[in-house]
Nanobody, 125 residues
Framework: QVQLVESGGGLVQAGGSLRLSCAAS????????MGWFRQPLGKERDFVAA????????YYAESVKGRFTISRDNAKNTLDLRMNSLEPEDTAVYYC??????????????????WGQGTQVTVSS
């Protein structure tokens, strides 16, 4: 049984930082590309960042590039998202996801087979 469990969300002031973590179990973690998505209240789920399983390639949404950093530790089966210079527009539920191989764009949620339950990030102005 695959489980992805996010942690690290919370309330932070604009300009602050948070670090999200995702603990994975029940899958060959190193074989999966992993991603972070977010969903503001009442809006669609959007791509945030991804880390490929091969080559160590990273991908970011334009809105977070330069502020967020995705990383993974295959020995610990964890995926992290370091978020700096947070803005109120970053307020959302953040989800960790494991991507199916050869499933198209990293930015498409449809390519991801497994999802965590999400963690709330709230940025106050």
């Amino acid at each position: 049984q695959v489980q992805l469990v996010e942690s690290g969300g919370g309330l932070v002031q604009a300009g602050g930082s948070l670090r999200l973590s995702c603990a994975a179990s029940g899958l060959a973690f190193s074989s999966y590309s992993m991603g972070w998505f977010r969903q503001p209240l009442g809006k669609e789920r959007d791509f945030v960042a991804a880390f490929s399983s091969v080559g160590g390639n990273t991908y970011y949404a334009e809105s977070v590039k330069g502020r967020f950093t995705i990383s993974r530790d295959n020995a610990k089966n964890t995926l992290d998202l370091r978020m700096n210079s947070l803005e109120p527009e970053d307020t959302a539920v953040y989800y960790c996801a494991a991507r199916r191989p050869y499933s198209g764009s990293y930015r498409s949620a449809q390519g991801y087979a497994y999802w965590g339950q999400g963690t709330q990030v709230t940025v106050s102005s």
